[in-house]
C-alpha cells in the first residue's frame, strides 16, 4: 500500500545532541511537509519542500534543518535538542500545494 | 491570512447518542476544508474533506459535515457514535494559493459507555 512511513517511532536523545528523524513516501507525492505537535496542541508546520523548492515557516526556530535528497525521502534534523523540543513529529505529503495532506504515524521526540 | 477556531476543546458524549464538533474558519479567498482524527501516539487520519460541490461531504466511520459559506463554518456530525470514535479531531483550512494547511486546536471526543 501507498504510505508515509516514519522512523523511528519513538526517538530519545539528551539535551543538546544532534538527532535526525526520517520520513520516507511512496506516494510519489511534489510536497513533503514537517509538523511539530506538542500535548494538547494542533500541529504547527515547520518548514515544507515542493520538489527541491525548501519553503522555512517565519517562526521555526534555527535549530531546525531539513533535507530531502530524493522525492521519496526527507530527514528533520534538530541541531541542539532543547527540552522544549520534546513533541511528537508528524511528516505529511501532498500532490499539489493545499491538497490533501497523508500524515505519518509521527515520531515522538523525548529529550533527556 | 487563514484562522481555523474549535470553539469545544472536549465534548464528552454517551455510546449510541449523536454528536456534533463545531468548526468555523475565517479566510479572504477560496477554501479548501477537512477534518483529520488523531488516535493516541498515532499520525492524523483524513475523515472527510471539502474542495468545491455538494456543502453536505461525508467521510468515513460514518462521519459526515456541511460547508456553510455564510457562516464560515465546516460543523463535523455523527447520529451515532461508538468507544472506538473517542480521539481528537482536528478542522483545517487551506486555501488553493499558499500552501500552507491551518490547523485548529482539536476538540477530544469521548465516549462514554
Known amino acids: 500500500d501507498a504510505m508515509v512511513i516514519q522512523n523511528p517511532r519513538y526517538q530519545v536523545t539528551q539535551f543538546g545532541k544532534p538527532v535526525t528523524l526520517s520520513c520516507s513516501q511512496t506516494?510519489?507525492?511534489?510536497?513533503m511537509y514537517w509538523y511539530q505537535q506538542k500535548s494538547s496542541q494542533a500541529p504547527k508546520l515547520l518548514f515544507h519542500y515542493y520538489d527541491k523548492d525548501f519553503n522555512n515557516e517565519a517562526d521555526t526556530p534555527d535549530n531546525f534543518q531539513s533535507r530531502r535528497p530524493n522525492t521519496s525521502f526527507c530527514f528533520l534534523d534538530i541541531r541542539s535538542p532543547g527540552l522544549g523540543d520534546a513533541a511528537m513529529y508528524l511528516c505529511a505529503t501532498s500532490r499539489e500545494s493545499g491538497g490533501q495532506r497523508f500524515f505519518g504515524p509521527g515520531t515522538r521526540l523525548t529529550v533527556l | 491570512a487563514q484562522s481555523v477556531t474549535q470553539l469545544d476543546s472536549q465534548v464528552p458524549v454517551f455510546e449510541e447518542a449523536p454528536v456534533e464538533l463545531r468548526c468555523n474558519y475565517s479566510?479572504?479567498?477560496?477554501?479548501?476544508l477537512f477534518w483529520y482524527v488523531q488516535y493516541p501516539n498515532q499520525g492524523l487520519q483524513l475523515l472527510l474533506k471539502y474542495l468545491s460541490g455538494s456543502t453536505l461531504v461525508k467521510g468515513i466511520n460514518g462521519f459526515e459535515a456541511e460547508f456553510n459559506k455564510s457562516q464560515t463554518s465546516f460543523h463535523l456530525r455523527k447520529p451515532s457514535v461508538h468507544i472506538s470514535d473517542t480521539a481528537e479531531y482536528f478542522c483545517?483550512?487551506?486555501?488553493?494559493?499558499?500552501?500552507?494547511?491551518?490547523f485548529g486546536s482539536g476538540t477530544r471526543l469521548q465516549v462514554q459507555p
Open positions: 483545517a483550512v487551506g486555501d488553493t494559493g499558499r500552501r500552507a494547511l491551518t
Open positions: 479566510s479572504s479567498v477560496s477554501v479548501y
Open positions: 506516494l510519489n507525492h511534489n510536497v
